[in-house]
């Protein structure tokens, strides 16, 4: 709560959201040695290992240096815990093991992330009604409450997991959740990245995540999570031409070189422009992101995953109507391959083959 240390941090948590590491990390470095003894820098250094994760979640070259650091924030945390401070040091712990749960599960560690998130519910119990922490606390209770009711009916299988747990309440989560993403001072950007992500994703609303993704985007503009995002969104509420603007735009930094923008974000950027340029009938430009796509997924390990299948697809619907026949043959064949069976895109390439033998 020390309004010094605030200001000193808000320039390296300003330099992180906007991907400019070294700048950030020599800031919570400074602070590791004029408060050596403090869990904050230790946690923000942590919380920078988990950023650089964040625009392809499945690389794991990040996760040492992650927990390295958090686990450093769980020693001090629980240092001055036991010198009395157990406000100051159980809001510590509880974000540390939040953050560590967070990426086991992304892991499918589901015992270590339960056990995670077991330590900051316990944790966040010392800090709680305390009047100068607000907002700070309630983001992990706002949470708590959206996803403990979310996960077990999405994920059936979690729910043995999720009876250890304390009841929730999804709309009071939300309520919490928005609240938090006004008014925190350490955890508002965080606030407002669960917020857009849950509006667009778990609501299916992308309209109510749009504001928030234009802001975050142009309050960070070399994010590449918050580039990407807002670009999805704008392409999902059919804003095709702002959507073309912000996808070139992505492809431009991955050109030049900008940190994080990389692979995972030029598969979903080339995509969209490849389904843009189809809806306006401009098919070699279609074709030529849509192959660009499928490049990006190969280096991904994304080759199941919709983008590409979808990329795929079209590139043979695009061959079959330059009487291309056998490379359309050749791409309906790669999805019906690489697809579940249930999968749309299976199915239509199933179809789209029957069809073709009976021409």
């Given at each position: 709560m020390d309004i010094n240390i605030q200001i000193e941090s808000t320039e390296g948590i300003n330099y992180m959201y906007n991907f400019d590491f070294a700048r950030a990390d020599g800031q919570f470095n400074w602070l590791k040695k004029k408060y050596r003894w403090h869990p904050l820098p230790y946690f923000m250094l942590g919380l920078s290992q988990w950023w650089r994760m964040v625009p392809d979640i499945n690389n794991t070259s990040f996760d040492d240096a992650f927990f390295s650091f958090?686990?450093?924030s769980l020693v001090a945390s629980q240092n001055i815990f036991d010198k009395g401070s157990t406000v100051e040091g159980g809001f510590f712990l509880s974000a540390t093991y939040a953050f560590m749960g967070r990426v086991h599960a992304e892991r499918s560690n589901w015992t270590k992330a339960a056990a995670a998130g077991k330590?900051?519910?316990?944790?966040?119990?010392?800090?709680?009604?305390?009047?100068?922490?607000?907002?700070?606390?309630?983001?992990?209770?706002?949470?708590?409450?959206?996803?403990?009711?979310?996960?077990?009916?999405?994920y059936p299988l979690l729910k043995p997991i999720m009876m250890f747990f304390k009841n929730g309440d999804k709309e009071l989560g939300m309520k919490q959740l928005k609240k938090v993403a006004n008014n925190a001072f350490f955890t508002r950007t965080?606030?407002?990245?669960?917020?857009?992500?849950?509006?667009?994703?778990?609501?299916?609303?992308?309209?109510?995540?749009l504001p928030i993704a234009q802001y975050l985007s142009q309050t960070f503009p070399n994010n590449p999570y918050f580039h990407r995002f807002y670009t999805q969104t704008l392409y999902r509420v059919r804003r095709l031409d702002e959507a073309e603007v912000e996808a070139k735009?992505?492809?431009?930094?991955?050109?030049?070189?900008?940190?994080g923008y990389e692979s995972n974000n030029?598969?979903?950027?080339?995509?969209?422009?490849?389904?843009?340029?189809?809806?306006?009938?401009?098919?070699?430009?279609?074709?030529?992101?849509?192959?660009?796509?499928?490049?990006?997924?190969?280096?991904?390990?994304?080759?199941?995953?919709?983008?590409?299948l979808y990329s795929l697809l079209n590139l043979g619907k695009i061959a079959f109507q330059e009487d291309e026949r056998e490379?359309?043959?050749?791409?309906f064949k790669q999805v019906k391959k690489l697809a579940k069976g249930k999968h749309p895109s299976h199915q239509l390439a199933v179809r789209y083959l029957k069809e073709m033998k009976q021409l």
């Open positions: 958090m686990d450093s330590n900051a519910l316990k944790y966040l119990d010392y800090c709680r009604e305390k009047e100068e922490y607000g907002s700070e606390i309630l983001f992990g209770d706002a949470l708590y409450n959206y996803y403990s009711v979310w996960i077990p009916e999405n965080e606030a407002q990245y669960f917020l857009m992500r849950i509006l667009a994703n778990e609501e299916e609303d992308p309209m109510s995540a735009s992505i492809l431009q930094k991955l050109d030049s070189g900008y940190v030029g598969r979903y950027a080339s995509f969209f422009l490849g389904e843009i340029y189809m809806k306006k009938g401009m098919k070699s430009e279609a074709k030529k992101y849509y192959e660009r796509a499928i490049e990006f997924g190969l280096e991904v390990n994304a080759e199941k995953l919709g983008y590409h490379l359309a043959e050749d791409y």
